[in-house]
Structure formats: C-alpha cells, structure tokens
C-alpha cells in the first residue's frame, strides 16, 4: 500500500479532490502460477479512520474476502471498461507480461460501509482468457 493521487476517474467517483492523496493498493492475482488479474483498490483517508481502518493491517491476505465476508458491506453494481494503451491502469497491469495486447479489460465497483467508500478496480490479463 502507497500514499498517491488517484486517477482523476476515481476521484470523480470516490468524490474526491483531484490533489487529495489516498492509499493505494495494488496486487496481481495467480493462477497456474501466473498473473491473471491486476487489482487496484482506491481507500479514501476518511476510511482508513472510520470503518475501514481494519484495513492497514490486510497485508498479504485478499482484500475480497474481508469485503465478502461481512454482510454490512454494500456493493455498487459493475462497471466495465475496456483500457487502452494510455490508461493509466493500463499501462500498470502490463509491465510484468512478456506481450502488451492492444486493450485490457477492466471492472471496478465501490464498496461502501457507513456510508463511507472503497473502490476496487481489477484488470483481467490475458493469461485468464487462456
């Protein structure tokens, strides 16, 4: 986890100001050995000193299970999204792969908990699709 800007879509969505710095975590999912999806989550700082603070202490375990594993949080519908090359997130899930396609498919959702918001967007790579 970093302190960073988010990209200015996710401050749209977040309703963040653009200069605000959020935590960042970003994580590559395995299977078969291989990186198959490329999370980004986006924690406001109000979270981390409300009911999100739980999640400074995540570390290595997978951020869906804490999300999935409490029935107080609340999930916004998906949204899709393909990336092209001069995404941000884009140009993030591709560094590890031997071959950049020419997009990447992408979905995100906000995870609210009292009324306070987490988003997390994952990349799907194309080892997925193999």
């Not at 200015?8 to 990186?35: F, K, W, Y």
């Not at 981390?48 to 202490?57: C, T």
């Not at 950049?100 to 306070?116: D, E, I």
């Amino acid at each position: 986890m970093a302190q960073a800007r988010p990209i200015q879509d996710e401050c749209h969505v977040l309703h963040l100001n653009p200069s605000q710095l959020a935590t960042i975590r970003e994580v590559m999912l395995l299977g078969n050995r291989q990186a198959v999806v490329f999370a980004h989550s986006v924690i406001p700082r109000s979270a981390k000193r409300g009911p999100w603070n739980h999640l400074a202490g995540l570390g290595n375990q997978p951020l869906g299970a804490l999300l999935f594993a409490n029935p107080q949080i609340k999930r916004t519908p998906l949204r899709y999204k393909k990336l092209g090359r001069n995404h941000a997130l884009y140009q993030k899930a591709v560094v590890h792969l031997q071959h950049a396609p020419t997009f990447l498919w992408a979905r995100r959702s906000v995870f609210y908990l009292n009324c306070v918001n987490i988003l997390v967007t994952e990349v799907f790579l194309p080892t997925l699709y193999d």
